[in-house]
């Protein structure tokens, strides 16, 4: 009994948190997979992701050099992808402006990121104060990551982790007909978020847009290079999209090294999306 008592509690410890997993798939096999981002300094990247979002690090395969050849982060609700390049320009030039986060206290958060040296950057992002009113009424602050992806926070005291992915944020002229492209193409609905009406949801993500009065950039390159859906069944997928009409800046393929299936597209504002297929079993 002791033996057997022993054997589970370490299988329990061993097991990755219940929330650190991508939410399951609806009936189109579809679910939100990850964000992509181009850093310049890996390992503090990591040392954030680990120690202020609570992630786990997991590297894949090995390049010439003998560095992994995919770094990723899983979260609660998503994975954060990392790539040693440094980014073009800042998240908040481009289409995709910024992702979002849950946390359970908003102040013992900001007090942790401050503390580590990093910048509270709300102020920066046209508003007020440290922290202010969301769109849901509830707490809300900006923080930029090093090499210039933003995040928002909102806080949610009922949360059961204390972190967990939560949206990402298209700001482009036109966004309504981005929106639509979205719903359209992965069959989704329009569903308000608080105050924003003009927002859908997969599994796992809200996907929220919002109109800018300048140009914003394509992502290729720059801080958040590419968003991310995981597919049940991709290669299928992939088929229904070119039926569709959708062209893909990389086919739909297979790469082993990395435990991953993989396509890109590009959509009609510039945001680079990849979709996988295995992300699920990091």
Known sequence: MRFFSALVLLCLLAAPSSGQ?????????????????????????????????????????????????????????????????????????????????????????????????LPVTTEAAGFGGRTFLGAEGQINAFVDLPGGARVELQEDQGLQEEVTGYHIHFNTAGHEELLAWYTETFGLEIRPRGSIGTTTNVPGMNLSFGGSAGERAATQGTAIDHIGFEIDGLEEFCRRLEAMGIEFQVPYREVPAIDLNIAYIIDPRGVRIEFTEGYDEY
């Not at 990850?34 to 894949?60: A, C, P, Q, T, Y």
């Not at 992994?68 to 998240?91: C, E, F, G, K, Y």
């Open 21 to 117: 997993q991508l939410a399951s798939f609806n009936s189109d096999g579809l679910t939100y997979g990850h964000v992509h981002l181009n850093v310049s300094d890996m390992d503090r990247h990591k040392d954030i992701w680990v120690n202020h979002f609570g992630g786990r690090v997991v590297e894949k395969g090995q390049n010439a050099q003998g560095n992994p050849i995919l770094t990723a982060v899983v979260l609660n609700n998503m994975l954060v992808a990392l790539t040693p390049r440094d980014p073009s320009m800042p998240s908040n030039e481009t289409v995709m402006d910024h992702f979002g986060f849950k946390v359970r206290n908003m102040d013992t958060f900001l007090a942790k990121w401050e503390a580590d040296g």
